[in-house]
C-alpha cells in the first residue's frame, strides 16, 4: 500500500489518502462514497499513532476503491501525474539521519580530504578513505537533522549563499507508527548538503549545522510504502539522475545494519513519536561528494528507489548573490559571485 499527500492541480486543501491503480484518492472522498467514517484516517499522524487499526481500516477503502473505480470522477480521483504530491510527513516529529554506510563516508571524507589540502590531500585521500570505511562499519552514528525544513515532490531545494558545492544525499528512511507497529513504512529521502563547508564542521567545529540545517534541505517522498510491499528493504537498486549530464547507481544492499536494529538502538536514547523519519545513512556512489562531480543551477534531480518509486527535487537557476568558497570558485557559478 502506498499512502500520500496530495493536492489537485488546481491547489486546494491537502488530502491524505492512497494511491489506487494509478490515481491518487483522499481517504475522505473514499469514506464519503463508502458512507463509512474512520476519524482516525483524517491526516497522516492520526493514521500512525493509530496502527495497526487505522492500516487495516485504510487497506478496506484501498479495496473499495479498487473494486468501484471507475464509479468515482475527475475530481476524486486525480491521475499521480497530475496531482501535486506533497511530503508524506508534513512536518516529522523528528528527523534523525544515521550513517549506515561505511563506503559512503569513506568516499566523503576522501573528496573533503581531497578539497580542503589539494595536492597533500589527494595523496592522503586513499588512505583516509578505507580507514574510515573501516572505523564506521557497524557503528550507530547519526544526528538530528532540521526536522522544519521539509519539501515533498518537484519542490525546490534552497541554495544557500554561503556554498557553491551543493549536493544531494539520497537515503532510505523509515517512516515510525506508534509502540505496536514501530515501522509504518519507507520512503525516498533526499539530505541534502553544503558540501564546501562540511568539513570543518564534521570535525567537530560546530557539528553539521549550517552543511545540513538550511530550509528548503530535506527532501521527503513520494509515499508511505508499507514493508508488505516493500519487501526487503536491503535488496533496493537506487538511480540518481542529475539532468542530462549524470546517472549514478547503487543500492540499500550496502547498509550495515537493519532498519529494525536502528529503530531499537534509537529507543536506547529517546522514545520515536509517531512520524518520526529515520534515514539509515547515504547510498554510496550516489552524491557529488562520492563522484566529485557537482550539480548545476536549474537542473532536475530525480531519486529512483525500487517499489519506493520518484523523488523529484529541483535546483534554483537564479542563485543571487554568493559567497567566495573554502574551495575556490567554479566556473559554473562565475556570475554569481
Not at 83 to 97: E, G
Not at 125 to 145: D, F, H, N, V
Not at 224 to 248: Q, S
Not at 262 to 282: C, D, M, N, Q, S
Request: with cysteine.
Amino acid at each position: 500500500m502506498k499512502l500520500l499527500n496530495f493536492q489537485a492541480e488546481a491547489g486546494g486543501a491537502p488530502k491524505f489518502g492512497v494511491v489506487i491503480k494509478g490515481y491518487a484518492m483522499s481517504f475522505e472522498t473514499l469514506q464519503q462514497k463508502s458512507g463509512q467514517t474512520f476519524i482516525q484516517l483524517s491526516d497522516v499522524y492520526s493514521y500512525l499513532e493509530n496502527l495497526p487499526s487505522s492500516e487495516d481500516a485504510a487497506r478496506e477503502f484501498l479495496k473499495y476503491g479498487e473494486a468501484y473505480i471507475s464509479s468515482f470522477n475527475d475530481r476524486e480521483k486525480i491521475p499521480l501525474e497530475k496531482a501535486k504530491i506533497l511530503s508524506p510527513v508534513p512536518v516529522p516529529r523528528t528527523l534523525i539521519d544515521f550513517g549506515l554506510s561505511p563506503r559512503h563516508l569513506g568516499n566523503s571524507a576522501a573528496t573533503l580530504i581531497k578539497h580542503a589540502f589539494g595536492f597533500f590531500g589527494s595523496i592522503i585521500a586513499p588512505i583516509i578513505k578505507q580507514r574510515i570505511k573501516a572505523a564506521t562499519s557497524g557503528k550507530m552514528i547519526y544526528y538530528k537533522g532540521n526536522h522544519n525544513a521539509i519539501i515533498g515532490d518537484n519542490d525546490t531545494i534552497h541554495w544557500p549563499a554561503y556554498s557553491s558545492y551543493l549536493d544531494i544525499e539520497p537515503e532510505l528512511a523509515i517512516i515510525t507508527g506508534n509502540e505496536a507497529v514501530p515501522i509504518a513504512g519507507y520512503t525516498i529521502f533526499n539530505d541534502s548538503s553544503a558540501r564546501d563547508v562540511q568539513f570543518k564542521e564534521m570535525l567537530g567545529l560546530g557539528g553539521p549545522a549550517r552543511s545540513k540545517d538550511f530550509d528548503h534541505s530535506n527532501g521527503l517522498g513520494p509515499f508511505i510504502v508499507t514493508p508488505d510491499e516493500v519487501g526487503d528493504p536491503l535488496a533496493l537498486n537506487v538511480k540518481v539522475k542529475v539532468g542530462e549530464r549524470y546517472e549514478w547507481k547503487g543500492s540499500t544492499s550496502e547498509y550495515c545494519a537493519r532498519p529494525e536494529k536502528a529503530v531499537e538502538f534509537l529507543k536506547t536514547v529517546l522514545t520515536p513519536l509517531p512520524g518520526t523519519v529515520i534515514g539509515l545513512g547515504t547510498i554510496p556512489d550516489c552524491t557529488g561528494l562520492d563522484n566529485d562531480l557537482w550539480i548545476n543551477p536549474g537542473e532536475k534531480i530525480e531519486i529512483i528507489f525500487d517499489k519506493l518509486g520518484i523523488l523529484r527535487q529541483n535546483i534554483p537557476e537564479n542563485l543571487g548573490k554568493i559567497e567566495p568558497s573554502p574551495w575556490g570558485s567554479r566556473e559554473e557559478l562565475r556570475k554569481f559571485y
